[in-house]
């Protein structure tokens, strides 16, 4: 599976944005889709997460409310919208493929395939 985040840029605090994970290959649909982001200087860590079965949905504490995840499995395609940005939500935003799963949603080890990352900066 390969997969590739886009949809990131630069916007202001308040605003909203969409990012886009596009997946090609193998059975994209069978996996439990995520979404990391790494800030600068910051370990990776977990945002939102959603099932292939079922469409359960999980989300970080620091997210909840304002992010939303949402998948369309015909279009091999796993969406992140956005809104109420933060400052503090600036960071290099991952698409995610792993175990299919309601357990450790938000274990990097639980993710097999990696997208590139795509940028999201918010201004103050």
């Known amino acids: 599976v390969q997969l590739q985040a886009s949809g990131g840029g630069l916007v202001q605090a308040g605003d909203s944005l969409r990012l886009v994970c596009t997946a090609s290959g193998r059975a994209f649909s069978v996996y439990r889709k995520g979404w990391f982001r790494q800030a600068p200087g910051k370990e990776r860590e977990f945002v939102a997460a959603?099932?292939?079965?079922?469409?359960?949905?999980y989300y970080a504490d620091s997210v909840k409310g304002r992010f939303t995840i949402s998948r369309d499995n015909a279009r091999n395609t796993v969406d992140l919208r956005m809104n109420s940005l933060e400052p503090e939500d600036t960071a290099v935003y991952y698409c995610?493929?792993?175990?299919?799963?309601?357990?450790?949603?938000?274990?990097?080890?639980?993710?097999?395939?990696w997208g590139q990352g795509t940028l999201v900066t918010v201004s103050s």
């Open positions: 995610a493929a792993g175990v299919d799963s309601d357990n450790n949603a938000n274990r990097r080890d639980d993710y097999y395939y």
């Open positions: 959603i099932r292939s079965t079922g469409g359960s949905t």
